[in-house]
């Protein structure tokens, strides 16, 4: 695999969580490699708690929420 | 008259058969008519005899005609039904002719009820039409997404089927979001009802639609087989798993969705992950990244270490010490070359006195000698540079006398000036 740059994702949205985890999971790896220089690994440690807060955002913004249509009025009942 | 010996003529030209060469001739005929291998056709069984385990022979009949039938032993053990009497049936078999009896008949290779039948056909027909245009590609197939954060359900408002799928989102993501469309999902307009809520669902933020119901008999599961829901489901722009009664049930609907599920239940299961799984995937994360940052920052810190316990940042005042050493062994040398140099000069000086001294006037004015000045202080060495009545000082050796001139003479002789 080629090194990947891994530069900073703005929009983490667009990435979704499998992305956002196995991005997460490439940093780890090239910071546990233990070889990049103190501001590069600063920069991705940062990325990377950006991505696990997304992450966590992620599991817990639903609501939990049951909605049933009805079928005759097309009005929401929400459990 | 010449036409009738024609005839005749024509007559004897013409093979003639034997009875069993004459059917082994049809029965040829029949068998290469392609038309006729393969056919389907529909009927009552009557006068149906079967002995266990032995050939089945029967007359297909309806309101106007009827056809010999046979279905040997190879075939008709593999039944799930045991035909009889009076039976609707559908056959599929090859046309052939029983020579022994000169009758035509019907080899039947596959039976089926009636009403099934009739389904299966409409089934197979459908299959391979939606098939032929592409409805089934993978090319279409969208991504079931891996987290939604709302799912779309359309099931029937009550039973089995929505409650498992309910029960097992809830189970695997505690806080997932679900819209119910809840639409018939047996007998008439059922798939109609479903192609419906399948577009409602399509227009609202859900990320992913189920649609499903529990197992019953293949009359029950059949609207999931019709064209108006297969064609819905091929339209969402919403990715739809299909999960329709058992692990067996085949149905259209399971072949054009994005994604077939055995069971509801295992519908759920495929569109949700489970949180708990992934929150401690992402907590793994978190430990490793703080792992690896902690010792990122402790190996430079080791490597800050090293550097700092090297004998220069260790002990900075050595690296002084030794200047000042050198600054001290420059200064000192400095000091001797000075005063040579001083030494020298003062050598110099005092040989440039002595020389001076021997030039000066002084040796001379101890002798006896004198210098005349004006009031000027102007050195007088020509009687021509005075007048009478000028006062003059004469410097001598031990001071110096005032004196007015009385008198100028010149001496021609003593004319020293040039």
């Known amino acids: 695999m080629s090194e990947e740059e891994l530069e900073k994702i703005e929009d983490l949205d667009e990435l979704g969580f499998e992305q956002a985890l196995e991005r997460l999971e490439k940093i780890n790896k090239k910071l546990e490699r233990n070889k990049v220089p103190l501001e590069r690994a600063i920069d991705l440690y940062q990325q990377g708690m950006e991505l696990i807060e997304y992450c966590d955002e992620r599991l817990e913004e639903a609501e939990g929420k049951i909605k049933k249509m009805t079928n005759e009025k097309e009005e929401m009942i929400e459990n | 008259m010449e036409g009738i010996s024609d005839k005749e003529e024509k007559d004897l030209d013409q093979k003639i058969y034997s009875v069993s060469g004459l059917n082994h001739f049809v029965k040829g005929l029949l068998e290469r008519e392609k038309e006729l291998q393969d056919v389907w056709v529909k009927g009552e069984i009557s006068n149906f005899k079967h002995h266990k385990g032995r050939h089945m022979y029967f007359v297909l009949k309806d309101d106007s005609s009827e056809i010999n039938s046979v279905m040997f032993r190879s075939k008709n053990r593999d039944l799930d039904f045991e035909p009889e009497e009076g039976m609707e049936v559908i056959c599929r078999g090859d046309i052939t002719l029983y020579v022994d009896r000169g ?17 299966y056909l409409a089934y197979e027909k459908l299959k391979e039409k939606l098939s032929e245009e592409g409805l089934f590609d993978d090319e279409h197939k969208k991504a079931i997404p891996f987290l939604p954060k709302k799912v779309g359900i359309v099931t029937s408002g009550e039973g089995a089927a929505l409650e498992d799928m309910l029960r097992t989102l809830k189970e695997r993501f505690e806080n997932i979001d679900i819209v119910v469309s809840p639409a018939k999902v047996q007998g008439e307009d059922a798939a109609k009802d479903i192609a419906e809520s399948i577009k409602k669902l399509d227009e609202m933020d859900v990320d992913v639609v189920i649609i499903g119901r529990g197992g019953g008999s293949i009359e029950d599961l059949w609207s999931f087989n019709e064209e108006i829901l297969a064609r819905a489901v091929f339209e969402a722009e919403t990715p739809i798993v299909s999960a329709v009664g058992h692990e067996t049930d085949f149905l259209i609907s399971d072949f054009v969705a994005d994604e077939r599920a055995a069971t509801p ?83 110099d000086l005092s040989n440039k006195k002595d020389r001076l001294n021997a030039l000066s006037p002084v040796q001379t004015m101890k002798r006896g000698y004198s210098i005349v000045m004006d009031d000027q202080k102007k050195v007088i060495s020509s009687v021509d540079e005075v007048e009478k009545e000028d006062l003059l000082s004469i410097h001598l050796i031990d001071g110096e006398i005032l004196s007015e001139v009385e008198e100028v003479e010149r001496c021609q002789k003593k004319n020293l000036k040039k």
């Open chain 2, 103 to 119: 009758r035509y008949q019907i080899v039947v290779k596959e039976m089926m009820v009636g009403g099934i039948g009739e389904l």
């Open chain 2, 265 to 347: 239940t295992s519908a759920a299961e495929l569109v949700v992950p489970i949180k708990s799984e992934l929150k401690s995937k992402v907590r793994d994360q978190k430990r490793r990244a703080r792992t690896a940052m902690r010792n990122i920052i402790t190996n430079y810190r080791e490597k800050l270490k090293n550097l700092s316990t090297s004998p220069v940042l260790q002990n900075p005042k050595r690296m002084l010490e030794d200047r000042y050493q050198k600054l001290d062994e420059n200064t000192e040398r400095i000091d001797i070359l000075l005063e040579r140099y001083l030494e020298r000069y003062k050598e």
